[in-house]
């Protein structure tokens, strides 16, 4: 897995979160491809970025490295903890207590349960350092490299893969929400639910979900462009869209779709499904 697009993945889904705080995400990555579970690592940068939001005061800095020996990826965020004129040479001021949060122990404990190398430093800058040491070396191939493809694509023992995503709901009909709220219940989601369209865009000028499941009479002109609005900033972001009856399940790109489709006759089994597909896409 090429860490480098997974990341590059998540900045682009969190720009509109940052560009409204003021926050710039700079990144500057080598090419990089590890042995971990996408899941994990998807959750894990998001909750990198999290952290980094809520203690960076204008920019924050990613880059991706490989050092020689031993050829493992390092993953580093740094960004200033405190305002530029505080950051004197010298000065000897504690680093903020938010540094510390709730969202910095989940960011380390999922590290450590990948068995990643975690380095913090809080200095006049903060600097998190992430080593991969089941990184992809082209300098070793033949038997070990197929040990790492193996590895690869072992079954994920990660029984809830999207655990930790986001996703919004466009539905204005009770008894719709109830039955996507059900069909979603065992895949540790954060969901939210809006009435409309124009609701949905009000909440992703803040930030956008990681896919947008919306009923079918929600679709026409202002979806269309709501949509368009969103293809801007990520290019082939998934929506699914629940169809009044039937057993359909189409995922996106099949037949010239742009959109998957799940009948609501299916909704229990498919929809999951329907998710899985469009959010693998970006990992």
């Known amino acids: 897995?090429?860490?480098?697009?997974?990341?590059?993945?998540?900045?682009?889904?969190?720009?509109?979160?940052?560009?409204?705080?003021?926050?710039?995400?700079?990144?500057?990555?080598?090419?990089?491809?590890?042995?971990?579970?996408?899941?994990?690592?998807?959750?894990?940068?998001?909750?990198?970025?999290?952290?980094?939001?809520?203690?960076?005061?204008?920019?924050?800095?990613?880059?991706?490295?490989?050092?020689?020996?031993?050829?493992?990826?390092?993953?580093?965020?740094?960004?200033?903890?405190?305002?530029?004129?505080?950051?004197?040479?010298?000065?000897?001021?504690?680093?903020?207590?938010?540094?510390?949060?709730?969202?910095?122990?989940?960011?380390?404990?999922?590290?450590?349960?990948?068995?990643?190398?975690?380095?913090?430093?809080?200095?006049?800058?903060?600097?998190?350092?992430?080593?991969?040491?089941?990184?992809?070396?082209?300098?070793?191939?033949?038997?070990?490299?197929?040990?790492?493809?193996?590895?690869?694509?072992?079954?994920?023992?990660?029984?809830?893969?999207?655990?930790?995503?986001?996703?919004?709901?466009i539905a204005s009909r009770r008894e719709m929400r109830a039955q996507i709220r059900d069909a979603l219940r065992d895949m540790s989601l954060i969901v939210d639910f809006v009435n409309s369209v124009d609701e949905a865009g009000a909440f992703c000028r803040e930030g956008l979900p990681h896919a947008v499941v919306l009923e079918s009479i929600q679709t026409g002109e202002r979806f269309a462009h709501f949509r368009e609005e969103i293809a801007k900033d990520v290019p082939g972001f998934g929506f699914i869209e629940i169809l009044e009856e039937g057993a359909t399940f189409e995922r996106s790109g099949v037949g010239g779709s742009t959109m998957a489709r799940v009948g609501r006759g299916v909704l229990a089994s498919s929809l999951p499904s329907a998710l899985m597909f469009e959010l693998s896409r970006s990992l």
């Open 1 to 169: 897995m090429q860490l480098a697009t997974v990341l590059n993945g998540v900045i682009t889904h969190r720009s509109r979160e940052t560009t409204a705080r003021g926050i710039v995400l700079k990144p500057s990555l080598s090419p990089a491809e590890v042995t971990i579970d996408a899941s994990l690592l998807f959750g894990l940068l998001n909750a990198t970025v999290d952290w980094a939001l809520a203690n960076a005061q204008s920019q924050i800095d990613f880059s991706i490295d490989v050092k020689s020996w031993p050829a493992h990826a390092y993953l580093r965020c740094r960004f200033a903890h405190r305002p530029v004129d505080e950051l004197v040479d010298g000065a000897a001021a504690a680093a903020p207590r938010g540094l510390d949060s709730l969202t910095w122990h989940l960011l380390e404990q999922t590290a450590w349960a990948m068995g990643l190398i975690v380095e913090r430093k809080d200095e006049h800058l903060t600097t998190l350092t992430l080593e991969f040491p089941r990184t992809v070396s082209s300098a070793f191939e033949g038997v070990g490299a197929a040990l790492d493809l193996n590895d690869r694509f072992a079954p994920s023992t990660n029984s809830q893969p999207l655990a930790g995503s986001h996703e919004l709901v």
